[in-house]
C-alpha cells in the first residue's frame, strides 16, 4: 500500500483488523506524534517525583524535552526544557532540586516558574529587549488528577476530568489502596524494545497470551517476585486459565482488567495482617480485604499502564516506528506498612527490569510481531478472540468483557482512529 | 591490604571461570559458585540506590537465580529461541582482604550480547564478596554497577 497518510488513515482500522502499516510506517508515526501525542492528554509524572519546592524531573513529551518542577508556591509546573535565547536544554540532569535553571550556552537564567530572571550582558542587548517576553514555555495544558499529572501539547480540548471519565473511578481504587489515600512514587526502571508502542499498550489488555509467552516463567519453581512469595506465602496454587477475571472498556481507548483471584501469588498485599487491619479501620473487614487483594490492570489511553497487585504504573515513550522506551515506576502506598511497601518496590522492579522474568517475554514478542510486520504481502492483523460477545454498556457506560478478549485492543485503535482523523 | 599474587591469580582465575561458565551456558554449575545466602545486586539510575525506595534491575537471592536459570533452560522460554551469545571481558582485578575471611574483589566487566543480529554491551565494575566454603571460593554478592543503569536497556544476561 502507499501510503498517502492524510486521507487514507480511515482504511488502515477495521472492525476487527488494522493494517500493518500502523506500526512500520515511518509516517504514520510522525503523524501519531502531531495527533496523539501533541494533542491529546498524556500522563507527564506524578506530583510526588517532586515533592518540594525547587524539585524538578527532566523528561519528554511527543519526543520534546520539558522540565516538571514545583515551584517556591508548590505549584507543580510543567515547562518546555528549551532556552529561549538559542534553543539549548537549560535543565539537563534526570532528578534535581534549583530554583533556577542557567542555560550552560549564554547563561540566562530562568525561575523555575520558567520567568527569565537573567540576562548576562544586558547592556548589549537592544534598549527595548523585555526579559517578560522570554519565559520558558509551558505546556498549554496541564492538570492534575490526585497527584497523576497530564499534559497536552495542545490548547484546545476537553478538560483532563472530562476526558479520563470512568477512568477516574480506577484511578481512585488504585489510589485508595493507600491507608492516606497517597502514593508515593519511587525511582523507575526503563527498558526498550525494537517494536512500536502500540504493541505494548495491546499487550497489557491481552491475557490470552500469557500462557504461550510466559510459560516459561510460570514454570519456573516460585516463578516470579519471589522476594513477596517468601514473606508473604504463594496464596493458593496460581491459576494458568485466568478465566475468573473480566474485561472492562472505558471511553477513548482506556480499558481495566479485573483479575478477581486470577493471580492469588502476585496480591500478595492481601496477605499482610497489618494492611489488612489498617485498612479494616477504615472500610470494614470485608471491603478491606476486597482493596487489599486488588488485582487490576488499568490502561489510560495513549502512554499509562497501571498494576495494582506489585504498586506500579508503566509510562510508554515511543522513540521511533519500530523503537520503544517504556519506564515503570513503582509506588507506595502511604501508610502501609514499611515491610509491605518494600515488598512492592523490589516485586514490581523484578517484574518489569530488563533484567526480570515477565516483561522480558513480552519484549521477545514484540521484537517478532515487528519483524513479521515486514510482510507486505500480508498486509492485516487480525482480532479475533471475544469479538462476537455483546458489547452492551453498564451503568456507568463501561462495555463488561470477559477475560480472554481482543476487543479492549479493538477500542484502542477506534480511539486512534478517532485522534488521527482530525487535522 | 592488597593480597598476595597468588591469590590474586587465583582470584583472577575464579572469575574467568565464572565467565566462562556463563558463557557457555553451564548454568547449573555457576549456580554451585554461589553462597545460599547470595545477593546478586545490579543496581538502578545510580549505584548506591536503595533497595528499600527505589526500582532495582536485579536484586536475586540464590531461590531466585535458581528459577532463573530454570527459566532459561525451558524449552517454551521465547526470550532463548535462540538464545543469545554472550562474551565477558574482565579486566582491573583488584582483591583485598574483607571481613571474616572474605575477599572483597573488584573488576571491570564488560558484557557483549549478540541477539537478533545485532551486538549490545553492557560496560561496567563488578564488585565481589568472595568466601571461602569446603575449600573453594563462593560468591556471597555480586554488585554489578553498569555505566548504563541510567538509560533504557535491553534484556540483561546473567552478568
Known sequence: MTTDVQTGIPDLIGESRVHRSIYTDPAIFELEMKRIFSRTWVFIGHESEVPHAGDYKTDTVAGQPIVMTRDEEGAVRVLFNRCRHRGAKVCNLPYGNSSTFSCLYHGWTFSNKGDLIAVPSRQLCPANFDPGNYPLVALPRVESYRGFVFGSLSAEGTPLEEHLGRATHYLDCLIDRSPEGEIQVCKPVKYSYPANWKLQIENYSDNIHARFTHEAAFAARRPIESGAVERYGAGSQQRSDLRMGINRVLSHGDSMTDYRGDRPQMAFAGRDPEYVSIMTEKYGAEQAQAIADMDIHVIIYPNLLMHSAYCHYRVIKPVSVDQTVIVGYPFKLKGAPTELNEAFVQASSEHISASGAVQVDDMEAFARVQEGLAVEQDEWVSYVYGIEEPQVPNEYGEIELGMMTEVPALHQHREWLRLMSRD | ?159
Open chain 2, 1 to 159: 591490604m592488597v593480597v598476595s599474587r597468588d591469590l590474586q591469580h587465583e582470584v583472577e582465575q575464579f572469575l574467568f571461570h565464572e565467565a566462562e561458565l556463563l558463557e557457555n551456558r553451564r548454568f547449573e554449575e555457576w549456580l554451585e559458585l554461589l553462597t545460599r545466602d547470595v545477593i546478586y545486586w545490579v543496581p538502578n539510575i545510580r549505584d548506591d540506590s536503595d533497595i528499600s525506595d527505589e526500582a532495582m534491575i536485579s536484586y536475586e537471592g540464590y531461590d531466585e537465580l535458581r528459577a532463573r536459570t530454570v527459566r532459561l533452560r525451558h524449552p517454551l522460554n521465547p526470550t532463548q529461541k535462540p538464545p543469545p551469545r554472550t562474551r565477558h571481558f574482565i579486566t582491573n582485578v583488584s582483591a583485598e582482604a574483607g571481613e571474616g575471611g572474605e575477599l572483597r574483589v573488584r573488576c571491570n566487566l564488560l558484557v557483549y550480547v549478540s541477539k537478533d543480529g545485532k551486538v549490545v554491551h553492557h560496560p561496567g565494575t563488578s564488585e565481589y564478596r568472595l568466601r571461602e566454603e569446603d575449600g573453594s571460593w563462593r560468591i556471597a554478592s555480586k554488585k554489578v554497577y553498569l555505566i548504563t543503569n541510567d538509560l533504557p536497556l535491553t534484556p540483561l544476561p546473567i552478568m
